[in-house]
């Protein structure tokens, strides 16, 4: 039987106050302990938002908003949920820049065609990301930050300067649009018989 | 339950977001429906390869990116004067002096109303309508309450001819007096102002000048003439909200093109 899947639950470090004051006096460790602390959170989903191609321009964007705007983060929100706030804005602005210039295209979808053997498709996540640069830019941001990230509603809503029914009605879209875009490959997935993928319990780091 | 009523709860019911009782409806749903039952399989694989996906590792080059990125930036900083740098602070600096501006040019509107309604009253006969305005100088008295220091001004300043029955005529030079504060006080409030902005438009002149020379030369003429009208505008206009409107113009778009920002205006 499909069952809801466990979530992981979002928590604040009390020791980003002193590595924020840290940050503000420009003190190089802190910034580089910041910066590694979130690089992957960051990269990954600016990565899979503006895709291969202009994610490391964007990340370096994102830090250095994130390093000269400390000064004025006042703390309203967890301080993960601001630099994700910068990430989505950036990268959702650089798709807005560029247009559909450099997103991947149906080719690429059909390059990825559906396994023709009966086991787990070893391709998957290949598809899952060419399924994925199909979609607006926007659903992408969902996608990313609750399914990948594991953050709730509650934290994508604020990210993306939204309501948290928007967050869900969004995510539902999303899904929904990836599923037909996987058509094939979850039909496969079906006519073997196994379960859905599971989701690890520890797949998100939550907001720090 | 109907197979549209799982379909549209089917992402909360696999996010766990649905009450228990909805729950159990949903799976009953699928225990039965092979459709939604398909659907709602479609939805995990795709939730759960979602979750699955490796994460994407950062360029081992991206922390040198970030710090060069700083540098650039803090390099550009170098080159702008403290006004351009201090945005929130310069209108922090204005905002204290526009309030008292709008609000004698308020009180001045009211005061020529009442000094207007009082002439028109003591025209004809000189009686019935010196009874209609009793509360006239309390009322235009009481918002120049705080006039600059020799504000109050002999008649001699009067901007309008004084009345020859100023001696018998008790109310009138209390009606009058108001407005000679105000205008006194408007011109003092407008002078200080004009300085204020006057010291902020020559530093972010500044600033905005080495922006101004990496410029294409139409854009160089399209952005002094903007500058000059705004000027204009500024120096000479007459009304005082017209004056301000334009210095706030003018120290926004020298602001911006300070900050490097591509103002529309002037970068056709």
């Known amino acids: 039987m499909v069952r809801p899947r466990a979530r992981p639950t979002a928590a604040s470090g009390p020791e980003d106050a002193l590595l924020i004051e840290a940050c503000r006096r420009g003190e190089q460790r802190a910034m580089e302990t910041l910066y590694h602390q979130y690089k992957r959170r960051v990269f990954g989903l600016v990565h899979r938002i503006v895709g291969a191609a202009d994610a490391e321009e964007v990340a370096q964007d994102v830090f250095v908003r994130v390093f000269r705007g400390l000064g ?13 706030r910068l990430a989505v804005n950036a990268s959702l602005s650089h798709v807005a820049r560029r247009g ?36 607006p830019a926007g659903y992408r941001a969902i996608l990313v930050l609750h399914d990948i990230e594991g953050l709730s509603h509650e934290e994508c809503a604020a990210i993306m300067d939204c309501r948290v029914g928007t967050s869900k009605s969004q995510l539902h879209k999303a899904r929904g649009r990836m599923r037909e875009l996987l058509g094939p490959a979850l039909a496969a997935e079906r006519a073997r018989g196994g379960g859905p993928v599971p989701a690890s319990d520890d797949g998100g780091e939550g907001l720090a | 339950m109907k197979c549209a009523d799982v379909e549209a709860r089917l992402s909360a019911y696999l996010d766990a977001e649905l009450s228990a009782e909805l729950s159990s409806a949903v799976r009953g749903h699928l225990r039965a429906c092979d459709a939604c039952r398909a659907l709602a399989e479609d939805h995990a694989h795709v939730i759960g390869a979602l979750a699955s996906l ?11 990116a970030v710090e060069r990125g700083l540098a650039a930036a803090e390099t550009v900083d170098a080159r702008r004067s403290p006004w351009s740098l201090g945005g929130a602070r310069l209108w922090a600096r204005l905002r204290p002096h526009l309030v008292p501006a709008a609000a004698l040019a308020a009180a001045a509107g009211l005061a020529v109303v009442v000094i207007e309604s009082r002439r028109g009253g003591d025209a004809p006969s000189g009686s019935g309508g010196a009874g209609q ?8 008295s009481g918002e120049p309450g705080e006039p600059s220091p020799g504000s109050a001004t002999a008649p001699g300043s009067l901007s309008s001819p004084p009345d020859p029955d100023v001696g018998a005529s008790p109310p009138a030079p209390s009606i009058v007096q108001p407005k000679v504060d105000i205008d006194v006080a408007l011109a003092a409030e407008r002078a200080r102002l004009d300085d204020v902005y006057r010291a902020a438009v020559a530093e972010l002149a500044e600033a905005a000048a080495e922006e101004r020379a990496g410029w294409r030369v139409p854009e160089q003429r399209a952005f002094d003439a903007r500058i000059a009208a705004l000027t204009r505008t500024a120096e000479l206009a007459d009304d005082v909200e017209a004056r301000e409107r334009a210095w706030q113009a003018l120290v926004s778009v020298l602001q911006r093109v300070a900050l490097g920002e591509r103002v529309a205006e002037v970068r056709r």
């Open chain 1, 72 to 84: 004025s983060f006042r703390g309203d929100a967890a301080l993960g949920t601001w630099i994700y």
């Open chain 1, 100 to 135: 559909r210039r450099g997103e991947v295209g149906d080719d690429e979808l059909e390059r990825v065609a559906a396994p023709e053997e009966a086991r787990r498709d070893p391709r998957l996540s290949e598809r899952v990301e060419a399924a994925m640069a199909q979609l």
């Open chain 2, 54 to 64: 490796p994460p994407a590792e950062p360029p081992p080059a991206l922390w040198a």
């Open chain 2, 133 to 140: 305005t009793p509360q006239a100088p309390g009322v235009a």
